[in-house]
């Protein structure tokens, strides 16, 4: 991992068997009642995810979901790639019900929680109102309000409950409107919507960020 490029990485996701990362499906147990915060005291994920996703968060500027207080229509969904080796990947897109809509752009350098991380660029963009549509159909059509939080699919589980995936290479997708929030977290192997929602995703990110086209890999999964 240390010697490929973030592309592979992200077009790993994926494949089956691509690495030697296990993780184990209790890391993504539910806690009774409603999805807690990925970065909140229940959170539902393992202490060590909870201590990497969320330093990757601080190091970019970017808010915990879900915002107190937050009361308005507008949706944020927020999609981050994290291999453990490679520089990480947040996009947050908001989409305000008025047809106003703007996407965040970071990308946080030695990602991995031992390390010292470093905002390499944070940047935020306004969308097009066919932008904000095409990205709501895919959210749609992929169920993401539906997705579990462990979203990798069951067929690449082995017998013993563990995940053999690519060193660390995570996926996260999160979102809150009015008051609900969701959390969804695939290691290598995601289910297809949220395959669909992180290309998309990408997808409208290279097109204000260049150095994002690198993850048109993941729109030919």
Same mark, same amino acid.
Do not use: W
């Given at each position: 991992?240390r010697?490929r #490029?973030i592309?592979?990485?992200a077009?790993?996701?994926a494949?089956l068997?691509?690495?030697?990362?296990?993780a184990t499906?209790k890391?993504f147990t539910?806690?009774a009642?409603?999805?807690a915060?990925?970065?909140g005291?229940?959170?539902?994920?393992?202490?060590f995810?909870?201590?990497w996703f969320?330093a990757a968060?601080?190091?970019?500027?970017e808010?915990?979901m879900?915002?107190?207080?937050?009361?308005n229509?507008?949706?944020?969904?927020?999609v981050?790639l994290?291999p453990?080796f490679?520089?990480t990947v947040?996009?947050?897109?908001? #989409?305000?019900?008025n047809?106003?809509?703007t996407?965040?752009?970071s990308i946080?350098?030695a990602?991995?929680? #031992?390390?010292?991380?470093?905002?390499r660029?944070?940047?935020a963009?306004?969308?097009?109102?066919?932008?904000?549509?095409t990205?709501?159909s895919?959210i749609k059509t992929?169920?993401?309000w539906s997705?579990p939080?462990s979203a990798?699919?069951?067929?690449v589980?082995?017998k013993?409950?563990?995940?053999d995936?690519l060193?660390?290479?995570?996926l996260?997708l999160e979102?809150e409107?009015q008051?609900?929030y969701?959390l969804?977290?695939?290691?290598?192997?995601?289910?297809k919507?949220?395959?669909?929602?992180a290309?998309a995703?990408f997808h409208?990110?290279s097109?204000?960020?260049?150095?994002?086209?690198?993850?048109?890999?993941?729109?030919?999964?």
């Open positions: 991992m010697s #490029d592309a592979i990485g077009a790993c996701f494949a068997g691509c690495g030697d990362f296990s499906a890391e539910a806690k009642g409603s999805p915060a990925m970065c005291k229940a959170s539902p994920l393992d202490q995810l909870v201590d969320c968060l601080k190091t970019s500027g808010p915990h879900p915002s107190a207080g937050k009361g229509d507008n949706a944020t969904y927020r981050m994290l453990s490679e520089p947040i996009v947050s897109i908001e #989409d305000g019900r047809g106003h809509g996407m965040t752009v946080v350098d990602q991995n929680p #031992d390390a010292p991380m470093k905002l660029l944070h940047r963009f306004d969308l097009e109102n066919s932008e904000l549509a990205f709501r895919v992929a169920g993401f997705l939080i990798d699919r069951v067929d589980l082995t013993g409950g563990r995940l995936c060193d660390g290479t995570m996260v979102a409107e008051a609900r969701h969804s977290v695939a290691h290598c192997a995601p289910l919507g949220a395959t669909d929602i290309a995703t409208l990110a097109t204000r960020v260049t150095e994002l086209e690198k993850f048109h890999e993941l729109t030919k999964q």
